[in-house]
């Protein structure tokens, strides 16, 4: 992002939290895509955190900084406590507030009058590690303290890790490509209004709903299919996406030349 019409770091003397929030709400960013629980209450608890934000004088990168500290305590108590129901409560209400920051950091930024590539830098390096080091500290849970059976559920948490690696990065790149070629006319197919059907049908693939199904950690037997169903829903989802995403992506520009094929590493065909 680069910062355009800088403002304000914090509210003007005499603006209210409500204009703040209405101010937020009129400059959110595409819902196209977005799942249910992301769209419809993470954005909303953002929008409340970034003006709370800006009221008290927070950059974008501060608040990036809480955002990695609750979720990382969360992340971090599933590899080092052993499962009950209040470890559950404490692990999503962790998981909870810190996705709600992460949705804050950029409404934030957009009300200071734009974001910088240091701070989408720093967004998507901690959303990156927070990814796949969820599922590695549940696996690493699962075998200290024998939540299942240790062996092929193992392969669970593991297999999860690089589904949510490859899912988080294909979404990253997409959006980089398709930012480079919004600079050429008509290269960008016209905008759709964001759908309510699909938000709700790729539910299973939204992070909010994965931090919400940790309150199950006291029960095994709920947990542990709830956690299964969801990894299979998204690495089903992210199969038939890259085929979808393959044929956005050779829509978008002309042909690579032979010479950046060369340089990226692969043979070019003659």
């Known amino acids: 992002m680069t910062v355009t019409g800088s403002r304000s770091t914090r509210a003007p003397a005499g603006q209210r939290m409500r204009q703040t929030i209405g101010e937020l ?21 953002g929008r409340l955190l ?43 209400a962790c998981l909870v507030v810190g996705y709600a920051f992460d949705a804050a950091d950029g409404q934030l930024a957009r009300l200071r009058g734009g974001g910088s590539p240091v701070g989408e830098w720093l967004d998507h390096m901690v959303d990156s590690v927070k990814v796949s080091s969820l599922h590695l500290a549940l696996a690493i849970g699962m075998y200290r303290f024998e939540f299942v059976e240790r062996g092929a559920a193992l392969l669970v948490p593991l297999g999860f890790a690089l589904v949510a690696a490859v899912h988080f990065f294909g979404t990253i790149l997409n959006d980089q490509l398709r930012r480079q070629q919004a600079a050429l006319p008509g290269q960008l197919p016209a905008a759709h209004p964001a759908s309510v059907l699909r938000s709700l049908i790729v539910i299973p693939t939204d992070y909010g709903l994965l931090c919400l199904i940790f309150v199950l950690l006291g029960e095994p037997a709920l947990f542990f299919p709830a956690y299964t169903f969801l990894f299979a829903a998204t690495t089903l989802y992210l199969l038939l996406a890259s085929v979808r995403w393959f044929g956005q992506m050779k829509s978008l520009g002309g042909p690579t030349t032979a010479a950046e094929e060369h340089e990226d590493g692969s043979s070019s065909i003659t």
């Not at 970034?50 to 590899?79: E, K, Q």
């Open 25 to 45: 709400a009129s400059a959110q960013k595409s819902a196209k895509g977005a799942p249910a629980y992301s769209r419809f209450v993470n954005r909303k608890l």
């Open 50 to 92: 970034a003006a709370m934000a800006f009221h008290i004088g927070l950059t974008p990168n501060a608040v990036t900084a809480i955002s990695a500290l609750w979720t990382f305590t969360g992340i971090a108590l599933l590899a080092l406590v052993a499962p009950s129901w209040g470890l559950g409560v404490v692990v999503t």
